[in-house]
Antibody
Framework: QVQLVQSGAEVKKPGSSVKVSCKASGGTFSSYAISWVRQAPGQGLEWMGGIIPIFGTANYAQKFQGRVTITADESTSTAYMELSSLRSEDTAVYYC??????????????WGQGTLVTVSS | SYVLTQPPSVSVAPGQTARITCGGNNIGSKSVHWYQQKPGQAPVLVVYDDSDRPSGIPERFSGSNSGNTATLTISRVEAGDEADYYCQVWDSSSDHKVFGTGTKVTVL
């Protein structure tokens, strides 16, 4: 059973950046694809992008192109999502989620617990 | 971009059947996955590849997909099924994962 443990809640100022981590255990990190999904308060789920760690290249949703960077460190089985130029609309719970197999195209088997990012002056 | 439309809410009495639709252009040509999300929790996969169930998901949860509509059916609804449900596909034209707008299921 794979477990994904995310870093803790963050409070950020508008214009700053945030970096959220997601550590995987109980599985083979190199056989997964990892995505980031966010959920604004009272809203639905929104895919931000994903990465296949053994390939190292990330695929980003057009909405976040240029503002989001997704990386992965195989040595620590940890994925990261950095979002820059934060604005109040970025206040949301950010989830990491795993897709088994070397593809981001299919369903999410496991999810992290979520990290609340609050953007406020 | 590809849009998936779900009804905002569905209400159902205990023991009855809830049907949640997910509409999209020619969605029948795509693989549809469904997630259940309870308040304050991460989503959980309940149906994948249109109609398959992960281990541990009750047989009461089933799915179908044809034409422009995919459907998640919850039979013999229980109070514990009250949650938000989201459909999801991969849009190959944009290389994006797309989620539906979400449906809140209320058990009366």
């Amino acid at each position: 059973q794979v477990q994904l443990v995310q870093s803790g809640a963050e409070v950020k100022k508008p214009g700053s950046s945030v970096k959220v981590s997601c550590k995987a255990s109980g599985g083979t990190f190199s056989s997964y694809a990892i995505s980031w999904v966010r959920q604004a308060p009272g809203q639905g789920l929104e895919w931000m992008g994903g990465i296949i760690p053994i390939f190292g290249t990330a695929n980003y949703a057009q909405k976040f192109q240029g503002r989001v960077t997704i990386t992965a460190d195989e040595s620590t089985s940890t994925a990261y999502m950095e979002l820059s130029s934060l604005r109040s609309e970025d206040t949301a719970v950010y989830y990491c989620a795993i897709t088994k197999g070397l593809t981001v195209t299919t369903y999410f088997d496991y999810w992290g617990q979520g990290t609340l990012v609050t953007v406020s002056s | 971009s590809y849009v998936l439309t779900q009804p905002p809410s569905v209400s159902v009495a205990p023991g009855q059947t809830a049907r949640i639709t997910c509409g999209g252009n020619n969605i029948g040509s795509k693989s549809v996955h469904w997630y259940q999300q309870k308040p304050g929790q991460a989503p959980v996969l309940v149906v994948y590849d249109d109609s398959d169930r992960p281990s541990g998901i009750p047989e009461r949860f089933s799915g179908s997909n044809s034409g422009n509509t995919a459907t998640l059916t919850i039979s013999r609804v229980e109070a514990g099924d009250e949650a938000d449900y989201y459909c999801q596909v991969w849009d190959s034209s944009s290389d994006h994962k797309v989620f539906g707008t979400g449906t809140k299921v209320t058990v009366l």
